[in-house]
């Protein structure tokens, strides 16, 4: 079985800070991926950003980029400047090669973002 | 580019009528779809799975009866909720993904108030 567990119910970060959110997981899957999604008020789920197992190099888009631990099963989001915009629930997840593509979440984060 | 579609976007209905919500991928053949039910500032939760032309797989714990799902074509897949209970009240959200791809994309869901 598959669990992804985030540990931070809720964080705040003032505008323009950098924040992390904390993600660790566990499979016994030699391939997989993570995924950071964000769902702001709208709800709507929001890719922020993947990372291949097999790929050493951590994953960055923009202001987010990831810490990807294999060894220690962490898999952490840091937002870089952050804004106002970034205030949402944000998801890991994962997926493994057994689970024909269906996602592990863990249990969100609520991150607010204050002028 | 991968966009999916909901729709209604919100309805109400009577206790013991049936509603049908209707997820759409607009850019891409959806393989795979799958249905997650969500509460209030919680994780998402996999209800099934769906495959273009097969049966669903429902969860542990998903009544297949009260929950029919419709995979027709590669386009798109419904979820009817039958004799709806106050307790069905939720915001449903439908994800797809194509090929072997284990991105998904969402929907923007659907707000269910059963009265």
């Known amino acids: 079985a598959q669990t992804v567990t985030q540990s931070q119910p809720e964080m705040s970060v003032q505008e323009a800070e950098t924040v992390t959110l904390s993600c660790t997981y566990d499979t016994s899957e030699n391939n997989y991926y993570l995924f950071w999604y964000k769902q702001p008020p709208s709800r709507q789920m929001i890719l922020v950003i993947r990372?291949?197992?097999?790929?050493?190099q951590n994953a960055t888009e923009n202001r987010f980029s990831v810490n990807f631990q294999k060894a220690a099963k962490s898999f952490s989001l840091k937002i870089s400047d952050s804004q106002l915009g970034d205030t949402a629930m944000y998801f890991c997840?994962?997926?493994?090669?057994?689970?024909?593509?269906?996602?592990?979440f863990g249990q969100g984060t609520i991150l607010t973002v204050h002028p | 580019g991968a966009v999916v579609s909901q729709h209604p976007s919100w309805v109400i209905c009577k206790s013991g009528t049936s509603v049908k919500i209707e997820c759409r991928s607009l850019?891409?053949?959806?393989?795979?779809m799958f249905w997650y039910r969500q509460f209030p500032k919680q994780s998402l939760m996999l209800m099934a799975t769906?495959?273009?032309?097969?049966?669903?797989?429902?969860e542990q714990g998903v009544e297949k009866d009260k929950f029919l799902i419709n995979h027709a074509s590669l386009t798109l897949s419904t979820l009817t909720v039958t004799s709806a209970h106050p307790e069905d009240s939720s915001f449903y959200i439908c994800s797809a993904r194509t090929g072997n791809r284990y991105e998904q994309y969402f929907g923007p869901g659907t707000r269910l108030t059963v009265t």
């Open positions: 769906s495959n273009e032309g097969s049966k669903a797989t429902y």
């Open positions: 850019d891409f053949q959806a393989t795979t």
């Open positions: 997840a994962l997926a493994g090669g057994t689970s024909y593509g269906k996602l592990t």
């Open positions: 990372q291949e197992a097999y790929k050493q």
